[in-house]
């Protein structure tokens, strides 16, 4: 199975729930006003399964390098990036990440400003780019790395985005997206119909991602039905 029996391209998604509601299928995003709206709701699901959980497919690693004396740094990702959370942070050679704090813990410790190896971390608001900035303690005395593990924001595609490989599940992005299609003809009305495929929408999306998340052998992932 190659990942293209897995993931599908935007316009693949759109035609497939076109076809099922019995609407013809167009060739762009932007050919008919139903493909707008369809594509609208394809922004919705990715947008709902990127707010899920941890999908590896959207796991990153980047480095951040430290300057001396320096205790803010913002994540350094390229500008069509946007990180949706940070994992874990990890100081230069250690093997072990840095300890999270809260904003208050990290304004406490940095109560006399202490310098050497950073053992703490807090996210502390947002850099110029929109992404997060964090603060250590203690203070770097040299440009060291600072190695940052995050998940990605899925990106809002557009009409220009047809052939756009999706990263998640293209069954579950169907699934979502004929949900909220039937929701849509029946003009907010929860049908039998719509009821339904949410349903199956939602069984389909947490399977997914307890797919990549917990069936390992090692690890039980509890998901609030």
Do not use: C
Request: aromatic letters at 8%; hydrophobic letters at 35%.
């Amino acid at each position: 199975m190659a990942i293209t029996d897995v993931q599908q391209t935007a316009i693949q998604i759109v035609n497939r729930v076109q076809r099922k509601i019995g609407v013809d299928q167009t060739t762009g995003l932007g050919g008919t006003r139903h493909s707008h709206v369809l594509l609208d709701l394809l922004n919705e699901v990715v947008s709902d399964l990127g707010d899920l959980g941890d999908w590896q497919e959207m796991f990153r690693e980047i480095d951040t390098t430290a300057v001396s004396s320096v205790a803010d740094y913002e994540i350094n990702v390229t500008a069509a990036v946007v990180v949706h959370h940070v994992h874990e942070i990890r100081y230069d050679t250690s093997t072990s990440p840095m300890f999270v704090r809260s904003i208050e813990d990290i304004r406490r410790l940095d109560r006399p400003r202490r310098y050497g190896e950073s053992r703490h971390f807090a996210i502390v608001g947002q850099g110029t780019a929109g992404n997060p900035k964090f603060r250590v303690s203690p203070v770097p005395t040299s440009a060291i790395q600072y190695h940052v593990a995050f998940y990605e924001k899925p990106v809002i595609y557009t009409t220009a985005d047809s052939s756009t490989r999706i990263p998640f599940p293209g069954d579950v992005l169907f699934q979502g997206v004929y949900a909220k299609a039937l929701l849509e003809e029946s003009e907010g009305v929860e049908t039998p119909q719509y009821v339904g495929a949410y349903r199956e929408y939602e069984r389909m999306k947490r399977q997914a991602l307890a797919r990549q998340t917990s069936d390992t052998g090692t690890d039980i992932n509890l998901v609030p039905g």
